[in-house]
């Protein structure tokens, strides 16, 4: 059984989210709370199914995390600390649970630190399929070790700040199975949703990690950097894109331009056409506004969210990679919150399939195939936009 012990209701302009403290047993999710996503904590490439571990429990039901990380639907591990398996096989159906997320912190950072990058990371899999249920122990707290405080309080803070812009999911569960933890985890619950219903103090910075930036092919332009380690630059939960309209929002970049390295090309006819419209115009660029060593992740997040305007140039590359499916929803979490005028697709190289209905109803601007000419109409049309 499970046993709701607190709540913390999120608001999304509008629509109800919930962030549930459970004790319970997650190898026994009854089916009125099925999950999409049960997330689990190892450490790097070890999923020894040890004795009173969640990983063990699994597998005594017959859920082998080993077998499923031979064939993992999407590996993450370098820029968001897990990996996601395929969906579950019809013989575990009685768990009730979709799928599989593993998280694996030590690949980019101290658990506490590093917990808010499973929801920039889960991002591109929500998609739009509806709204889902998420559900995990107190991650890193059993054979990892760190403290019951020092984790639940930033997975709280990440959770609230996302899920409050848009984050499409409805209920994340949080489950102790043991009596007396999850009496212990119901008061620092508290203290935490006390806070968190209250705005949230400045947050303090975490020294960066230095890592060199490599440009690599089939990643978006936060994407270029994102097949390395990172740590993300606050402690209070990582940065997500605030309930501004544009005119509330500091401008520090007039436009983004996400994009493949395949795609580059076509990112750099765009800055030009955009430059000549507009002298003067400020375009975030990551090749010169992101020094080498810099907390480079933080900075791509901060001119997400203050900017005028992000372009996303779209092609197969675009979407087959996910910091750039990252980005484009970041830009969709803004554009929703603004009601339009955010984001500005151009339609750059086919799909093999037609574009999500969520993008079909924006109003791209169609540059296929590769058509240099149509990309300084979209370029004229976007600095209209920007008005003076």
């Known amino acids: 059984t499970m046993e709701q012990l607190r709540l913390i209701d999120v608001s999304d302009n509008g629509k109800r989210r919930y962030i549930e403290l459970y004790h319970g047993d997650l190898t026994r999710i009854p089916s009125r709370h099925a999950v999409d ?159 968190l219903r209250q705005p949230l103090p400045p947050q303090s910075p975490i020294p960066p990690l230095t890592k060199t930036i490599n440009r690599r092919i089939i990643t978006g332009l936060g994407g270029l950097l994102g097949k390395l380690a990172s740590r993300i630059g606050t402690w209070g939960g990582i940065p997500v894109p605030e309930a501004q309209t544009p005119e509330e929002t500091p401008r520090r970049y007039d436009v983004f331009i996400s994009y493949s390295s395949v795609d580059a090309d076509a990112a750099e006819i765009l800055a030009a056409s955009l430059n000549a419209k507009r002298p003067g115009i400020s375009i975030f660029d990551f090749r010169s506004q992101i020094d080498k060593g810099a907390a480079w992740q933080q900075a791509i997040d901060d001119a997400i969210t203050h900017c005028q305007r992000v372009i996303a140039i779209m092609s197969p590359d675009y979407f087959a990679s996910v910091e750039c499916t990252e980005e484009i929803m970041m830009a969709r979490l803004r554009n929703k919150r603004a009601r339009g005028g955010i984001l500005h697709p151009v339609y750059w190289r086919s799909l093999d399939d037609e574009l999500a209905l969520w993008l079909q109803i924006i109003n791209y601007s169609d540059c296929r195939e590769q058509n240099r000419q149509k990309i300084d109409g979209a370029a004229t049309a976007l600095t209209d936009s920007l008005g003076s």
């Not at 063990?56 to 064939?71: D, F, I, N, P, R």
């Not at 009730?96 to 998280?103: L, T």
């Not at 054979?143 to 409805?170: C, H, K």
Request: one cysteine or more; a negative charge; glycine letters at 8%.
């Open 37 to 195: 996503f049960l997330i689990v904590s190892a450490f790097q490439g070890d999923y020894t199914p040890t004795s009173g571990s969640l990983i063990g429990s699994l597998a005594a039901q017959g859920l082998s995390v080993t077998k499923l990380a031979e064939h993992k639907e999407h590996d993450l591990r370098p820029s968001s600390g897990f990996w996601l398996s395929e969906p579950l096989a019809d013989n575990l159906s009685h768990l009730n649970i979709k799928r599989i997320v593993c998280f694996e912190p030590s690949t980019i950072g101290p658990p506490p630190e590093v917990v808010g990058s499973l929801f920039r990371g889960l991002f591109p899999f929500l998609g739009d399929g509806g709204d889902l249920t998420v559900a995990m122990p107190l991650l890193a707290t059993g054979d990892m070790g760190w403290p019951s405080e020092e984790m639940l309080v930033p997975l709280l803070e990440a959770a609230y700040q996302w899920m409050s812009r848009g984050l499409p999911i409805t209920r994340l569960m949080i489950v102790e199975k043991s009596a007396n933890k999850a009496e212990h985890l119901a008061m620092v619950f508290d203290d935490a949703a006390s806070r």
